[in-house]
């Protein structure tokens, strides 16, 4: 036995130091399969003062130390592959409290998503950040990645709802950050540093979540949209008038690909290049009127050409399903995937430019665009032809990538949206981010993570 996994084990109890290989595996990777996970030991934590004692024992052994949350990160965050301790916070899950004035939970940082949702329901109030994966992911994974998902456009980042958080530095210091408060001018937030940091510069130990207004029973539009120029119009039309919980879209192609996997038929009549799914959770008394209203003012203006409005929270369920289903209906295509953004009024040129660029270099590729257009998010994928092998296919995608990546500089986006850089972006943050800039993030990590022991390989070009 390595002499450090002894030492591992005199910090935490030695039920709580994992070597078996499929623990290795299971805790070594994330959501993303490139890469061979190789870790040294798991351990699982159960106190902030278990953290520090890690951190002591890193720096002294120069042993780096990879954060794991629910694993379903999409960038390789909470890969451990060198070797590294990975600190599990799957037994720090315990809620802490509750303050009905405030409207805060306090929380441990493995506390999954899913649950504060409900936390937050049993107190008449909502954590309004969703996203698909929500079932397994910690508070802290979201945390560290600034987690966004499809009702953004109302409700903001998972930075908007952190009033205070816990953190241990890559010095082993620990630090109680913003408190809870609403108000505190005293100069740099450091919280924020941390929201979205990927535990390169230390680790969440406690959150502080606000808790939002419970909102009203949603209504969801489908509409059918025949240019991709028409989104920013339709977007800045319903705008005028409501306040949109959610704007998505996907492409036709999308549709068909759900369509085939599931018995769903089409949401309406016509079929479109494009479809909009607009939510509204909070139409007052007026409220369905106005919808109809715009409604109308889109189908005479001919941004959209046809379309549904729900009646019923089935109907609202069952119009999702054409936007939440495409994940898994593409996945047995080995689909390359991209998640980039630009401002959401210049959606339809950045789109045009990728496709133009995929469509003349590989003409057999079928892309199948989605995502939370009303931020600008949008979700590329590509699907393997069934002939090409996936060597080819991912060798193929390496030059696309770098293509898209250098399209998104020109249009002044950004290479991540909300899946974070970790180990699989790491390359491309200069189309993001020039190298001044970059100066300034290492120097950053050195104040916090001296010993370079924090999340290793991660976010950080070395
Ligand atoms: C089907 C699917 C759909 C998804 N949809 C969305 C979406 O719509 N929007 C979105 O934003 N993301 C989405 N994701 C990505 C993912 O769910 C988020 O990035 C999520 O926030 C990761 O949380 P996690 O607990 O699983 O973190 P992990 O994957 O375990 O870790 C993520 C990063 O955080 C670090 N970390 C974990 N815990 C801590 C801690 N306590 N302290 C410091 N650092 C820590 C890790 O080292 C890693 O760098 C999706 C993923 C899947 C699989």
Redesign the pocket.
């Given at each position: 036995v390595d002499e450090r996994v002894a030492q591992l084990r005199q910090i935490v109890s030695a039920d709580r130091v994992l070597t078996d290989p499929a623990d290795l595996i299971h805790w070594g990777q994330?959501?993303t399969r490139f890469y061979q996970p190789a870790p040294l030991a798991i351990v699982q934590v159960s106190s902030a003062a278990e953290v520090v004692e890690l951190v002591r024992f890193a720096r002294a052994t120069n042993t780096p130390l990879?954060?794991?949350?629910?694993?379903?990160?999409?960038s390789g965050?909470?890969v451990a592959d060198r070797g590294e301790v990975v600190v599990s916070?799957d037994k720090m899950n315990r809620v802490l409290d509750y303050d009905e004035v405030d409207g805060n939970l306090t929380v441990e940082?493995g506390v999954i998503t899913a649950r504060i949702q409900q936390l937050a329901e049993e107190q008449s109030r909502a954590y309004p950040v969703d996203?698909?994966?929500s079932g397994?992911?910690?508070i802290?994974?979201?945390i560290?990645?600034n987690?966004?998902?499809?009702r953004v456009i109302k409700y903001g980042l998972t930075r908007n709802w952190v009033a205070g958080l816990k953190v241990v530095t890559g010095r082993g210091d620990l630090l109680s950050l913003n408190n809870g408060l609403v108000k505190n001018a005293t100069g740099y937030d450091l919280r924020h540093l941390f929201i979205g940091s990927?535990?390169t510069l230390g680790?969440?130990v406690e959150a502080t979540i606000h808790l939002a207004r419970m909102p009203g029973p949603p209504t969801v539009l489908l509409l059918g949209v025949p240019e991709l120029s028409n989104i920013p119009a339709l977007l800045a039309l319903f705008q005028s008038k409501v306040v949109l919980s959610a704007f998505e879209f996907f492409s036709d192609a999308a549709l068909s690909k759900v369509m085939d996997h599931t018995d769903k038929a089409t949401p309406f009549r016509s079929r479109t290049p494009y479809y909009a799914l607009l939510e509204v959770d909070d139409l007052g008394p007026d409220g369905e009127a106005v919808l109809l209203e715009l409604f109308e003012q889109a189908l005479s203006a001919e941004v959209c050409i046809d379309g549904v409005i729900s009646q019923s929270q089935s109907d609202v369920n069952s119009l999702w399903e054409y936007r939440e289903f495409i994940?898994e209906a593409i996945t047995p295509y080995t689909p390359y995937k991209n998640d980039v953004s630009v401002t959401p009024a210049r959606v339809p040129e950045f789109l045009t430019a990728v496709d133009e660029f995929v469509s003349s270099r590989y003409p057999s590729f079928e892309i199948i665009w989605f995502g939370h257009i009303g931020d600008g998010n949008l979700h590329l994928n590509i699907l393997k032809p069934e002939a090409m092998s996936t060597e080819e296919f991912k060798a193929h995608c390496e030059v696309v990538s770098d293509e898209t990546m250098a399209i998104v500089q020109r249009y002044n986006g950004s290479i991540s949206a909300?899946?974070?850089v970790?180990k699989l972006k790491l390359g491309h943050l200069q189309y993001s981010r020039d190298e001044t800039e970059q100066g300034y993030l290492r120097a950053m990590k050195q104040v916090f993570d001296p010993d370079g022991i924090m999340?290793p390989g991660?976010l950080i070009p070395g």
């Open positions: 994330d959501w990879v954060p794991s949350g629910g694993r379903t990160g999409l965050g909470a916070f940082p996203f698909a994966s397994s992911s910690q802290g994974g979201n560290a990645t987690a966004g998902g499809i990927e535990g680790f969440i994940s909300e899946h974070g970790g999340n991660k």
